[in-house]
């Protein structure tokens, strides 16, 4: 698949749909992935709050993308992803080995599990094919973390008031600037790729969605957990059944 620059003499050939900012295109085409995506990812992180070991098997998962894409960028034959690669900050890769040395220490396994080796060999598939197909997951795991992302380190920050072990999540640039750059280098790429190419991009910012849900889909959670959960909220439905009682008793005696 060969990437093809078009040239355009004046906006008026624009169509409707060429006006649209690309990142904005991939975000509506990636709308329900996400939605479901973000849904998992919440769910999963959330309990590892309250248990580190689900926590630190997520970071582990994504230490594995973010750690690809980073060697990706750096290599001199990818010459359309050195751009994100410029983007102060931008890298993860040492800060995911952070966060996991502080809770399994510096001997930690880097095995791949079945969905680790799945999203491996689909990205290094992707690179030998094209590299510009390395683009949506570079745009959307980095927009993840950069936004989800920060909501997560400041819960696992309340759970664990040290907040060791969210060095993954930390940036020490602005946010906001990143989250702008990397949105910017994304539409110029896509300015100059060809039609086919575009909707090439736009059908793998999906497989991101995908694959992520595989890797959180595979985080066990402890029965033990699940357990205190259960109990938690049927504690809560006991709660509000006697509550609800008892206001009704009380408006029978005033009225």
Known sequence: MSTKVENHDSKNELSPIEEIKFTERMRKATRKEHRISDSLINAKMTIGMTDSKVWVEGLRRFYVVFQYLEIAMKKEENNNLHKFAQINGLFRTQNFESSLRHYLGDKWSSELTKAMAEYSNYLI????????LL????YHMYMGILSGGQILMAKQRMAFSDGKGSEAFYFDVNVREAKNQLRNEMNELAEKLDDETKLRLLKESKMVYLLNNKLVKEVKVPTEVLLIKLIFIVGIFIFVIILWKVSKKFLMVLF
């Open 125 to 132: 598939n992707l690179e030998k094919e094209n590299h510009v």
């Open 135 to 138: 683009t949506p997951f570079i």
